[in-house]
């Protein structure tokens, strides 16, 4: 009887590591490496970050501050204007001084895009004049 139990729980073992391999293969954990090019542009995207697809072909491409993004159609593409902060697992941050540490409750759209602030008085100063800011991001 012992040595039933035990095989049962060997072969219970077996069968979980083979489930489990089988989904990493099918669905690919997902990071900012894999569809985010950032210092290197030759490095191909591979998954759209809005859809979890893969991206075909060379996709649609997007520059948010200084992170080029790749999605699989326009139509994630508008969805990650709509809160980026949702898809850059590395994180945004602030336009105007360049902080990390940017507070999700402070934010403006311009253009149909949404960034994020640390402080009002960093939003304010973007609101004033965001082409101003946006220039230094376009070089």
Known sequence: MKSFSLLAILITICLLNISNAAFSKGNPVL???NFIEQSDPSVAAEYCPVSGE?????????????????????????SFKKNPAKYLKSGVI???????ETNSDI??????????????????KFEKDPS????KYNN
Do not use: H, R
């Open 31 to 33: 990071s900012d490496s």
């Open 54 to 78: 893969k991206i075909e072909g060379s996709g649609v491409a997007f520059t948010y501050l200084d992170t080029k993004v790749k999605f699989c159609c326009e139509g994630c593409e508008k």
């Open 107 to 124: 934010t403006s759209v311009n253009d149909g895009v949404k960034y994020y602030f640390c402080s009002e008085s960093c939003k304010k």
């Open 94 to 100: 602030d336009p105007v001084c360049g902080m990390s």
């Open 132 to 135: 101003k800011v946006l220039e």
